[in-house]
Each structure stands twice: as C-alpha cells, then as structure tokens.
C-alpha cells in the first residue's frame, strides 16, 4: 500500500493544474486505456466529473475492492472524490467526458434534485436498440461536435446540451419511486449545501451550529433536513463523510489507524475506532484486514 492516496488533479495520470472553471475534455476510451495497457490503476479526481459511455466491449469498475461488470452498452457516471479503477479489455469500445464539477454546479443550481443524484456513481445499461441510448449518444455527438467549435456560443450552447444529457438520464430513475418530489428545492438545496461544506472543511472539525451559521438557518432546521432527507441527524451526516475518508485511507494507504485519526482532525484514536465501528460494526483495523484479504 502506499502512504498517500493516489489522487489526480487532472486526469488519470495528469497532474497539471489548470483552470477548472468551465473545463470539458473529450477523448476516446481507448486514447488513455491503451497507454496503461488496458488497467487504470484506483484513483480519484477532486474537481472532476466523467461520463464513460461504452458501447461494445468488456470491461470491470473496481471500486472500493469491488469488481463491477460493465454490461455494454452503457453510460458510467464518476463523480467527484470518488475513488475508481477499470480493467477493460482490448476490444472495448467507447467514449469519456469530463468536466469540471463547478460546471455541473452552475448549468444545476436551480435543480439540487439532480445535483443530488450526481453525487452517487450510476451505471446505466441500455439494449442495443433502445430508444433513450440512441437519444442519449445523439445529445453526446452534438456536445462534441461543439466542445470543438469556435464560437461566441459555444458555452450557452455545451450548458444546454449537457441539461438535456443529464435530464435524460435523470429520467431514468426507478420507477418504484414517487414521481412527486416531497422536498422543495430550498431543502433539497440547504442539504446539498451542506454536503459540499462537509467534504471543503475536512479534515477540519466544525461545530453543527457552525454548518448551519454558514447556511444562515439554526442548527434545528438543519437537523430536521437531514432527518427529512436521510433519516440522519447533522452530527450523524457529517460522522458518515469522516468514516468514508478513513475508509479510503485504510484501503489505499498505508497509515497506521492512530495516524488516519489525527489525520481527519480525531484527538483520540480510540473514539476514532468506536465511533468506526459503531458506523460499520467492525473496527478499522478489521475493515482494513478483511478487504485486503480480498485483493
């Protein structure tokens, strides 16, 4: 394992940094896959969005030690801080957007719903045939044909497409789900405000009074979102971000469990490793055995 966690600020590979404002890139599945010889080792993008859409082909998501099979074809969603490996093979065939999660942030800041939704890694599988893939690679050809236009435009026009790509795929949700959204966009957006607070401030503690200082409601209306929304409390929120970071440095690092604690701002390894194992019902160090095991 190594000490540090392999995190890109481009992409895979690509340490640059740029200005990812309003960044989109398109490539060809295989212009990076080929290069690393078909495996792209388990990393994560903090400021970046992809879209893999693989239209024939094998391929495996490794994510979190899990091997997920890629069924072609289909639309992968990566998002942010995420951490994700690929083995494909030779033959697989297929397209990669990425964009930066600010411009997700902007073309959605009216929808939190579907900023929401955003924030999970989704594969969509499609038939051949299908109706929705075909309306979906369409939306996908018209964003590239821009990203490469030179006009006054092209920023409205690529803000646009890219609604219209995610909408689509919103759409395809689950069906047991209540069509009705219950929560209004002022909830639906405090929350996922909250959230993002969360993931700038760690390792930093901050009080839940001070979350919801930050939002401009009281620490009770931030606890009766989080109950609406997750059945959690604020504390039990922001508790759940901690033990996902610590999962990630216990699965891709090698800090010993005393040092993830101090780490993710934790003055006592101890509390780190019961309120862990309260989280998960095992202790960190057996999370950490159990999963390399399975490597």
């Given amino acids: 394992m190594k000490k540090n966690l392999l995190n890109y600020k481009g992409l895979y590979g690509d340490n640059n940094q740029r200005d990812f404002c309003d960044y989109i ?18 990393h994560l993008h903090t400021d970046l969005f992809q879209i893999f859409i693989i239209s024939s082909g094998d391929g495996i998501l490794i994510q979190n030690t899990k091997k997920i099979k890629l069924k072609a074809p289909c639309i992968l969603l990566i998002p942010t801080n995420t951490f994700h490996g690929f083995e494909f093979q030779s033959d697989v065939s297929g397209e990669v957007l990425t964009v930066s999660e600010q411009f997700i942030e902007t073309i959605f800041k009216n929808t939190p719903l579907i900023l929401l939704e955003l924030n999970r890694a989704k594969q969509y599988s499609f038939s051949a045939e299908s109706e929705k893939l075909n309306e979906l690679i369409y939306l996908k050809n018209k964003i590239v044909s821009v990203i490469s236009e030179n006009s006054p435009y092209k920023q409205i026009s690529l803000q646009s497409l890219f609604q219209l790509f995610f909408i689509a795929l919103h759409s395809l949700k689950n069906t047991f789900e209540d069509q009705k959204d219950p929560y209004n966009n002022r909830t639906l957006g405090y929350f996922y405000t909250f959230q993002k607070l969360i993931k700038k401030t760690l390792p930093e503690s901050k009080l839940i009074k001070e979350y919801a200082a930050e939002l401009r409601i009281t620490p009770v209306h931030l606890n009766r979102i989080c109950q609406t929304l997750v059945q959690k409390s604020a504390l039990q929120v922001v508790h759940e971000y901690c033990i996902t970071e610590a999962k990630k440095h216990l699965l891709y690092s090698s800090y010993s469990i005393s040092e993830i604690s101090y780490l993710l701002n934790f003055k006592d390894p101890a509390y780190f490793s019961r309120l862990f194992k309260k989280q998960t019902g095992i202790s960190p160090g057996q999370f950490r055995s159990n999963n390399i095991q399975k490597k």
């Avoid at 890139?25 to 388990?42: D, F, G, M, P, V």
């Fill in 25 to 42: 890139h398109y490539e060809l599945l295989a212009t990076r896959s080929k290069l690393y010889n078909w495996e792209i080792n388990e």
